[in-house]
C-alpha cells in the first residue's frame, strides 16, 4: 500500500442556502478543493462523494455521476462512486478515496460530501434523517434522532456524574469556535443559560444541545504523497484510516451510553499510525448532539467512562486546552449537512496542521483525528492525519 | 496490487417477493455466498452493498450498518458500506471489493447487492427510478426510463437498420435463457409473436421490450488469488475491473446511440486483463430495455455500430453461438433488482467459468464480461472474469 496525503480542501459556508441547489454546493466546494491543490478537473482519476438521501431530499439519486456531470468532468468519463451510511457518508467517501490511492489504481482522487436538506419540510427531514436508524424498529414507532440519543443522555447521567451545566457546556464552547470559523452557519457565542433555558427538544437534549439541519458540501483531494509536492507545499498525511460497524438499534446494544464502533474505530485507527491517544493535538468529534461530544471523548480513549463532563468544564476541550475538541464548531455551530460532515472535518484538520486556522488555530499542531458517526453508532469512521 | 478472485456467490430467486422483507433477501444471498465459499461470517474483513433507493422504496438508509447487523456481524464491527450509482450500483460494489482486497487493506470482502421495490405502488417505483435520471431537467418534466430508452430506441432505428422483429429477438433469447435459470423471475419461452404484440409502452418499446420491477439480492465473496484455494477449489480470477462516468442527461450526449460510458470502460477493462473482444467467451449486458442491450454489444466492440440486430437474429448472441449473451436470462427475464442486478451478473459469469450452469452452460466458458449500466448510461461498470 502507498501512503496517502491531502493535497486540496474546499468547503462551501454551511448554513440555510436556499439560493444555492444541491448540485451548485458540490460544484462550489469541488472547485474550491481543486483550485487549492493548484490542479484541473481532468486531472482527477476519480471520485467519491458520500451523502445520506438525496433521493428523499431532493428526488435524486445516481449522485456520483451526477457531481462528475456538472463539475464539468463528463466527457473525461472518470469514476464517480456515491457512499452511503447516514451522518458518515462523507467518513466513508474520504475513506474509499484513501483506499483506491493506497491501492495504486487511481493517484488523483477526490472525496466529497454534499447534503442539502432545507428544500423539504422540516417533519420530512426528522423523517428522512429517521432513516438513519432501524425503520422497522425504531423508525416505525415514532423514534426520532432527538429521541434517540435523549435515551442516550437520560441513561449516561444516571450513571455518571454529568451535571446539566457540563453538558450545556459542549455547545458553549462549539459556538465559541464556530463564532471563529467563517464556513460555520452559527456564528454566535451562547452561554450556558442559553443552553438550559432553551426550547425542550426530547428530554434533557434542549434546543442548544442539538446539531441543526443544514445545506452544504465539502471536498478534498488526495493523492500518493510521494506525487503530493508536485501539486503543494503543504501536503498532510493520512496516518490512518479506520471503520467500525455496531447493531442498527439502541435496544440492541450492550451498553447505550458507550458507541462500541466509535472504540473499535479508534483503537483500529491508533494501532494503524502507530500513536496513542497523548500523540494527538485535536480531535473534531461527532457532535450531533451535545451527549455525543461527551461519548465520543471517551469511546475514543482520551479519558475514562464518565470523565468527559468533568474535561469539558475545566476547559481542557476548548481551544487553548490540553485537547481541543470541535475547533470547526462542530456540527452544533458549523451546522449537519449530514453527508459533508465527514468531509468537512477532514478540512479542518488540514487547515489545522496546515497552521492556517486563523482565529481558531491550535498552536503547533501535527497530529489530528477525525471521528464521524452514523445513526446512534451504527457506522464509525476514524482518521488520523498528520504533517 | 495483489490479484483477486472470486471464491464464493450466493442470489435469491428474483421476482415479486412480497413475503421477503428488505433485510430478509440479503440475508439469504449472504448466507448463500458464505455457505459456497465455506467461510462463516466472522471470518469477513469488510462488505460493501450496492443497492439504489432503500430510502425511497422501504424508507430505509444506512443500508451497509443495517446489513452487517442483520447478518449477525454486528459484535465483530467490520466496515460495512453501501455504494450507490442508480442500477449499475452493484457493479460498483464489486468494483470496491476488489479494490479494497488489491490494495492489502482487507483479504476477505463480501459484496452484494439488494432491492426491494415491489413494497411500493407501481407509479412511485417508476418515480423512484426516474431518480436515476437528472431529476431537474428529466424527471421534472415527467421523463421515465421507458421514455428515456424509447428515444435511443426511435433514434437508433432510424439511423441503423435494425428491424422491429430484431429487437424483440433480444427478449426472445433472453426469456430462453431465462428458462433455463432457477433464479429467474419469468421462466417461459416466448416468440417474437409475443414481443410485437404486447402493450405498447413507450413508442417503439412494448411490455416485453422492458426488464420488470423485481425483488431480490444477490452476493459474492472475494479474496486474495493467493489465498482463495484455502476457501474452494474452483476460484474465478477478476482479470480487469473498470468504471466510466458520462453526462447524466440524455440530451447532453455526443450519440445517443452510443453508451460513450459503455466505450471508455469496455476499452480500459481489456487493456487491464490484457485481452481483445475475441478472447471473451461470453457476456452479462445490462439489458434494462432490448435496444440496451444492442447498444452495449457495439459499445463494448463486438460488432460495429448498426450490426447487433443482425448478430442477435442469426443467434449469434444465443446460447450456442458464437458470442453467448444474457445467458442468465438477463434484466428481462431474470428481472432487474436494480442494487442486485450487476452482482448477479457476476454469480452467472462464475458459475458458467466452473461449468456448474446447468442447462444454460456455455461449453468450455473460460473468460466472461460483465457490463452493468446506471440511468441510461451515466455509469457503467466493466469486470472480466476468467479461469
Given at each position: 500500500m502507498r501512503d496517502v496525503a491531502v493535497i486540496g480542501i474546499g468547503c462551501t459556508p454551511f448554513g440555510e442556502k436556499w439560493n444555492s441547489s444541491f448540485r451548485h454546493l458540490f460544484v462550489e466546494a469541488g472547485s474550491l478543493a481543486l483550485e487549492d491543490a493548484n490542479i484541473a478537473g481532468e486531472q482527477i482519476d476519480s471520485m467519491y462523494v458520500g451523502n445520506m438521501s438525496a433521493g428523499r431530499f431532493v428526488e435524486q439519486e445516481h449522485i456520483g455521476a451526477l457531481i462528475a456531470d456538472y463539475a464539468g468532468l463528463a466527457s473525461h468519463h472518470i469514476p464517480a462512486t456515491r457512499v452511503e451510511a447516514a451522518c458518515s457518508?462523507?467518513?466513508l467517501a474520504f475513506r474509499q478515496a484513501v483506499i483506491s490511492v493506497a491501492s495504486g489504481i487511481e493517484d488523483?482522487?477526490?472525496a466529497?460530501?454534499?447534503?442539502?436538506m432545507t428544500d423539504v419540510a422540516s417533519g420530512a427531514s426528522v423523517d428522512t434523517l429517521a432513516g438513519a436508524a432501524d425503520r422497522e424498529w425504531e423508525g416505525f414507532v415514532g423514534a426520532t434522532f432527538?429521541?434517540?440519543?435523549?435515551m442516550i443522555?437520560?441513561?449516561y447521567m444516571d450513571r455518571y456524574p454529568l451535571s446539566r451545566e457540563q453538558l450545556a457546556q459542549v455547545a458553549v464552547k462549539n459556538h465559541y469556535n464556530g463564532a471563529r470559523n467563517p464556513i460555520a452557519q452559527f456564528r454566535q457565542e451562547i452561554t450556558v443559560d442559553t443552553v438550559v433555558n432553551s426550547t425542550l427538544v426530547a428530554d434533557p437534549l434542549r434546543l442548544f444541545d442539538c446539531s441543526p439541519i443544514t445545506d452544504g458540501a465539502a471536498a478534498v483531494v488526495v493523492a500518493p504523497l510521494e506525487r503530493a509536492r508536485e501539486f503543494t507545499?503543504?501536503?498532510v498525511r493520512v496516518l490512518a484510516t479506520a471503520q467500525a460497524s455496531d447493531t442498527i438499534t439502541l435496544h440492541d446494544r450492550r451498553d447505550i451510553c458507550t458507541l462500541d464502533a466509535s472504540v473499535a474505530a479508534g483503537r483500529w485507527a491508533f494501532e494503524m499510525a502507530g500513536l496513542s491517544q497523548k500523540d494527538i493535538d485535536l480531535v473534531e468529534v461527532h457532535d450531533c448532539f451535545a451527549i455525543a461530544e461527551i461519548c465520543a471523548i471517551e469511546d475514543l480513549g482520551f479519558c475514562k467512562k464518565g470523565e468527559a463532563g468533568v474535561l469539558t468544564e475545566q476547559g481542557v476541550t476548548a481551544l487553548g486546552g490540553d485537547l481541543p475538541v470541535n475547533t470547526s464548531?462542530?456540527?452544533k455551530a458549523c451546522g449537519h449537512p449530514v453527508g459533508a460532515t465527514g468531509i468537512k472535518q477532514v478540512?479542518?484538520?488540514?487547515?489545522q496542521l496546515r497552521g492556517e486556522a486563523g482565529k481558531r488555530q491550535v498552536d503547533g499542531a501535527e497530529i489530528g483525528m477525525a471521528h464521524n458517526v452514523g445513526g446512534t453508532g451504527a457506522t464509525v469512521a476514524v482518521h488520523i492525519l498528520g504533517v
Open positions: 457518508s462523507g467518513g488523483i482522487v477526490v466529497a460530501g454534499v447534503e442539502k432527538p429521541g434517540l440519543y435523549a443522555a437520560t441513561a507545499d503543504t501536503p464548531g462542530g456540527l478540512c479542518e484538520l488540514v487547515q
